[in-house]
């Protein structure tokens, strides 16, 4: 049994980002829940209890491991110690302290009784800050950072290929139109599981966000220079350190600290005093913007004003004594959180399913149709000299391979997609809030997205994701995507040696579409119509069909007289797989496999609209089709017409 020690246990609430130590109290009444939560926090006691600010008895100290290298050992040390400052106004003077462990010693790290910053080289390409609590009390009785030193290699063998596995992952998890989980389930334990075990997934996508500032500032000037390489590392590293000393601190995530500044406010230095994010918590992108922007600091040097109430909420001295009064206190704290700067949004608030647009992983900004359009932009500004820069020989004279050029043409890739899921998430969205009734300045917990933000968010997908435009790359450049000739340990090979052009373009294109037609998005979209007043504008079920319609199946209407070949044909390859797969959709929808009743007859509608459009077009004579586009569109409407001629055998609406 654990010593008593006199540490009073703080109860947990929902408006503020711990992780918990939860009990059940069986003699509780039946209004109640039975369940009593505490946080996890350190037990940190005044010294001199009548100051307004001071020492703690006995301060959270953390020793740096001395295989840390040394060049890096500063920016580890700024971002544990820039919780001092959340701390000073909670009372506490010096909380933390860092220290460094000798090149000998008689301890291990490995010890309970220290508290470690530990450097490792598994190749794991992971950071964590797992932590030890007293189950009964929620009390932290030891923690340590495990970071891996693959932090600092920009370019790894995984930007070579995505797989739609790992393209759904990096959209937030796996979901039922995604064809990874049976129909109206999800994996909502896939981020949550990760982050109450102690795993933080900040890591992967942090040095693929890096990659992503490497490959823009090297297009950007003659190569990466190395004070902006020196940057990009020590801004990061600073920043990986404040999230993973939050979580050892009983920080859970907040993935809408983000999205309170616009870009424009994030990268002007008069107004990101108090840091680009209200919280470190966050996963925070790498904060590039496209020429002829003003670009501010690579990644937020500081915590933000979320940090510092949720380390007045847990560690504010409260007197002792008094239950009632320390409860009054706590909901002081709490009943801030309608202030915009302290909205709060966790793992399990940020799943596929989930319907808030403002909480994301690696989004920045509050506008994510901003944020899609600037990284939309930068790719479209780094791509055509892509090659030339990447293999541009580096300070010692040695000059890259092409496989330099494949994993950078992936991050690329990879971030317009992302963006771009960003934006679909506005469909059907609801912005959330987690603040009590009464709490001022308090929104309401569901706000339905306006409806013209949904329609513009269709429009840009229209343009960067359904079109063929985005990915119109020079035919040289594909031949120039070459993977990693390596075969011994620690090297994987790649499925194929040449880049899966088309593959590659529809697994992202799907992966929105699929976000779109999700049955929870289409089921948000219906219910949504009932949560906006009549008299009032609405986004709805069919215009969201029609719009995907025209958009996708553009051809159908506006291809015009004349004669087309396989080499110039009259619908260009990537758009065959993107209807292939729209029309695979529809059709589910219209056999009710999927989506909702409304759904089901649109997407019916929509069918048999095409079925007509279609045979029209194969009929005219002044429009002599390639034999690619006709066999497309003819095998298009025979799938068309068994799905239709399969619907009279549908049960009854």
């Not at 010593?3 to 980002?17: E, F, K, Q």
């Not at 039975?34 to 100290?61: G, H, T």
């Not at 995604?178 to 389930?185: M, R, T, V, W």
């Amino acid at each position: 049994m654990l010593p008593a020690n006199g540490y009073r246990p703080r109860l947990a609430d929902t408006r503020v980002g711990y992780f918990v130590t939860a009990l059940k109290d069986f003699s509780q009444g039946v209004e109640e829940d039975r369940f009593v939560r505490y946080i996890n926090r350190w037990q940190l006691e005044k010294a001199d209890p009548s100051a307004a600010v001071s020492p703690p008895k006995k301060p959270i100290v953390f020793w740096i491991e001395k295989t840390v290298p040394f060049r890096y050992r500063q920016p580890v040390r700024e971002g544990i110690e820039a919780w001092n400052e959340a701390f000073q106004k909670a009372g506490f003077s010096s909380a933390i302290e860092v220290r460094q462990q000798p090149d000998q010693t008689d301890w291990d790290p490995e010890d309970v009784n220290y508290n470690t910053f530990r450097w490792i080289t598994a190749g794991a390409g992971f950071a964590m800050g797992p932590s030890r609590v007293n189950p009964r009390t929620g009390q932290i009785l030891d923690a340590d950072i495990i970071f891996d030193g693959d932090f600092l290699q920009f370019w790894r063998r995984e930007y070579e290929n995505f797989t739609p596995q790992a393209v759904a992952v990096l959209t937030d998890g796996p979901s039922a139109a995604a064809g990874l989980l049976p129909a109206g389930s999800s994996d909502r334990s896939l981020h949550a599981n990760a982050c109450l075990c102690g795993g933080c997934m900040l890591f992967a996508g942090h040095a693929r966000e890096t990659a992503l500032a490497a490959t823009a500032l090297a297009v950007a000037g003659n190569g990466l220079s190395e004070a902006d390489r020196e940057k990009l590392v020590v801004q990061g590293l600073k920043l990986v350190s404040m999230h993973e000393v939050g979580h050892t601190l009983g920080l859970r995530h907040n993935f809408k600290g983000s999205s309170l500044l616009s870009l424009a406010d994030i990268n002007d230095p008069a107004k990101t005093g108090a840091g680009a994010s209200t919280s470190v918590m966050d996963y925070i992108p790498a904060n590039i913007m496209p020429k002829g922007r003003a670009q501010g600091d690579y990644y937020t040097p500081r915590l933000g004003p979320y940090d510092h109430w949720a380390i007045e909420y847990g560690y504010k001295p409260i007197a002792a004594g008094n239950p009632q009064g320390e409860l009054a206190e706590l909901e002081k704290i709490a009943g801030r959180s309608g202030e915009p700067q302290l909205a709060y949004s966790t793992d399990e608030d940020t799943q596929p399913g989930d319907p808030d647009p403002m909480s994301n992983r690696f989004d920045l900004g509050s506008d994510p149709l901003e944020f899609a359009r600037a990284r939309a932009e930068l790719v479209a500004q780094v791509m055509p000299t892509l090659v030339e820069r990447m293999t541009a020989k580096d300070p010692s004279g040695k000059t890259p391979g092409y496989e330099r050029v494949r994993q950078a043409f992936g991050v690329l890739l990879t971030a317009h997609g992302n963006a771009m899921n960003f934006a679909a998430r506005l469909v059907g969205g609801l912005h959330t809030s987690r603040a009590h009734r009464g709490d001022p300045a308090a929104p309401a917990p569901f706000r339905v997205v306006d409806a013209q933000k949904q329609r513009d968010a269709l429009t840009l997908l229209e343009q960067q994701m359904f079109s063929a435009q985005p990915f119109s790359f020079p035919p040289e450049l594909y031949n120039q995507l070459v993977s990693t000739r390596w075969s011994h340990w620690g090297s994987n090979e790649t499925d194929r040696e040449d880049y899966p052009v088309h593959e590659v373009v529809l697994m992202w294109q799907d992966r929105v579409l699929g976000r779109l037609l999700d049955p929870l998005t289409l089921s948000r979209v219906r219910d949504s119509e009932l949560k906006v007043p009549a008299d009032q504008d609405a986004f709805t079920t069919a215009e969201l069909l029609d719009r995907l319609t025209k958009a996708i199946l553009s051809e159908v209407d506006t291809v015009q007289p004349g004669e087309y070949t396989v080499r110039k044909p009259a619908i260009p390859s990537v758009r065959r797989s993107l209807q292939r797969s729209y029309v695979t959709r529809l059709s589910n929808l219209a056999l009710a496999t999927s989506g909702t009743p409304d759904a089901q007859v649109i997407a019916a509608a929509q069918l048999r609209a095409l079925d007509t459009k279609i045979g029209a077009l194969l009929a005219k004579g002044d429009v002599k089709l390639d034999d690619y586009s006709r066999a497309h569109l003819a095998e298009i409407q025979a799938r068309i017409k068994k799905v239709l001629d399969a619907s009279v055998t549908l049960p009854r609406l």
